[in-house]
């Protein structure tokens, strides 16, 4: 006995994936360039040169890179006073969590109504 409709399903489920994964991308990318304008907005501004050096770019994987300059070396471990980053990520860490959910939720939507 077979389902009715189950290879119908499983074609949405097996395209689901590859849309969550854009959406989400998106939403990162987007969360991430509010990340780096919120900080740009609370980094001590003494010549305006730190401000220049916060920057952020989309990696392959479809993850978001924000890079605060010289005065966060967080890979080699001295990482240095960075005031401005986490208030920024504790202003804004509900809404990206938000975001990245309606991105899922409108995926699976467009997945089964489209």
Same mark, same amino acid.
Do not use: W
């Given at each position: 006995? !077979?389902?009715?409709?189950?290879?119908?399903?499983?074609?949405?489920?097996?395209?689901?994936?590859?849309?969550?994964?854009?959406?989400?991308?998106?939403?990162?990318?987007? !969360?991430? /360039?509010?990340?780096?304008?919120?900080?740009?907005?609370?980094?001590?501004?003494?010549?305006?040169?730190?401000?220049?050096?916060?920057?952020?770019?989309?990696?392959?994987?479809?993850?978001?890179?924000?890079?605060?300059?010289?005065?966060?070396?967080?890979? /080699?471990?001295?990482?240095?006073?960075?005031?401005?980053?986490?208030?920024?990520?504790?202003?804004?860490?509900?809404?990206?969590?938000?975001?990245?959910?309606?991105?899922?939720?409108?995926?699976?939507?467009?997945?089964?109504?489209?």
């Amino acid at each position: 006995m !077979s389902v009715i409709g189950a290879d119908k399903v499983m074609r949405k489920l097996s395209r689901l994936d590859r849309k969550v994964k854009a959406e989400v991308d998106l939403a990162n990318q987007k !969360s991430g /360039e509010e990340l780096i304008a919120i900080s740009k907005v609370l980094i001590p501004k003494r010549t305006g040169e730190s401000v220049k050096n916060i920057k952020g770019k989309r990696l392959q994987d479809g993850s978001y890179l924000c890079d605060f300059g010289e005065g966060a070396k967080v890979i /080699e471990g001295d990482r240095g006073p960075r005031p401005f980053v986490n208030p920024a990520l504790k202003v804004s860490r509900k809404r990206f969590k938000a975001r990245a959910k309606r991105a899922v939720n409108k995926a699976v939507k467009a997945s089964f109504n489209g």
